[in-house]
């Protein structure tokens, strides 16, 4: 199976900062790679998918880059409302898998 | 609007069997692949299993394959998961979600398994 390994697992930051989470493949997925966002007690939300495309009504702040192995998800102004548990998961092979989760905190 | 309903949570003792059911609204069912993924207490999100449009495709996590079976009905926009010989481990939030790439998700149904 392909491992995916997010840093770090917990993150706290400033109203304003930039921020960026990394997840890492075992071996590589070419661009089969989405980010997600959960709050608690909600539904996960899709922010990317393809590595780098922001899914429809996600705001601009966030964006995702990366192939192969290396991707991260980068926040460019943090939002209070960004506060979240953010998770990468892999779509290039089954069985898919989710990154282990980083937790977003807000100072 | 996307709608995703799961029920059929309870609390059942290992060894037991569950069926999850999900309901959805809002987009064409019979063309979208449709997907489970749970989320276990204090842990992260877990890709159960996924299945093809017609459901002559499914895909499973190694751990619930032979004990999970994924299964649709489009006449009725329902999605099933037949959970049988259940372990503790198996004990979470079970979520619909649609799409190969889950693009809408439900609000989930909790499963415990414990004696």
């Known amino acids: 199976d392909i491992q995916l390994t997010q840093s770090p697992s917990f993150l706290s930051a400033s109203v304003g900062d930039r921020v960026t989470i990394t997840c890492r493949a075992s071996?590589?997925?070419?661009?089969?790679l989405a980010w997600y966002q959960q709050k608690p007690g909600k539904a996960p939300k899709l922010l990317i998918y393809a590595a780098s495309t922001l899914q429809s009504g996600v705001p601009s702040r966030f964006s995702g880059s990366g192939s192969g192995t290396e991707f991260t998800l980068t926040i460019s102004s943090l939002q209070p409302e960004d506060s979240a548990t953010y998770y990468c998961l892999q779509l290039n092979k089954y069985p898919h898998t989710f990154g282990q989760g980083t937790k977003l905190e807000i100072k | 609007e996307v709608q995703l309903v799961e029920s059929g949570g309870d609390m059942v003792q290992p060894g037991g069997s569950l069926r999850l059911s999900c309901a959805a609204s809002g987009f064409t069912f019979s063309t979208s692949w449709m997907s489970w993924v749970r989320r276990a207490p204090g842990k992260g999100l877990e890709w159960v299993a996924n299945?093809?449009?017609?459901?002559?495709?499914?895909y499973y996590v190694d751990s619930v394959k032979g004990r999970f079976t994924i299964s649709r009905d489009n006449a009725q926009n329902s999605l099933y998961l037949q959970m049988n010989n259940l372990r503790a481990e198996d004990t979470a939030v079970y979520y619909c979600a649609r799409g190969w790439l889950p693009d809408s998700w439900g609000q989930g149904t909790l499963v415990t398994v414990s004696s």
């Open positions: 071996q590589g997925i070419s661009s089969s």
């Open positions: 299945i093809q449009r017609d459901g002559t495709e499914e």
